[in-house]
């Protein structure tokens, strides 16, 4: 694992899941009573682990649970609230590309079409939406053949960076 202090681990689970339980549960009398839907962005790092992103997984794959849960408690209460969860891969934004720099040959995706897959996806209810495309591989591939996942995921690695960043 690479270096974090536990100060920054708090602070990406602080952005990247409280601040969405805390937005959720003031929004959800609202969203209950307009019969309305949550559009949740995360990362295929909270379906699929992968190498040096320890603390940033560990907060997306906490999206995923929390909201998956969240997901069944209003179906059994019969809650019209739709909840679309957003699985985006690696996409063109400066902040992404310095975070990956030599750690990963994956290509990034347009950003642009990323934001319309979301906005898609939430304007049709879907309850997931996954973009690019290709990470449905990945996806799938986790629970059925967890040894081919994982070579997958390691040949967009380049190593000797990831271990020395």
Known sequence: MRSRSAQATRWLMQVNFLSYVQLTSLALPSLTDSKGSLVVVSSLLGRVPTSFSTPYSAAKFALDGFFGSL????????????????????????????????????????????????????????????????????????????RPRAWFVRQDLNVSNAAAA
Not at 76 to 90: E, H, P, W, Y
Not at 91 to 114: F, I, K, L
């Open 71 to 146: 997901r069944r408690e209003l179906d059994v209460q019969d809650v019209n609230v739709a909840i679309t969860m957003c699985l985006l891969g690696l996409r063109d934004r400066a902040s992404a590309a310095e975070g990956v720099r030599g750690v990963t040959r994956a290509r990034a995706a347009p950003g642009p079409q990323a934001a319309l897959a979301v906005i898609r996806g939430g304007a049709t209810r879907a309850s997931g939406v996954v973009f690019p495309w290709r990470l449905h591989l990945l996806r799938l591939l986790r629970g059925w053949l967890p």
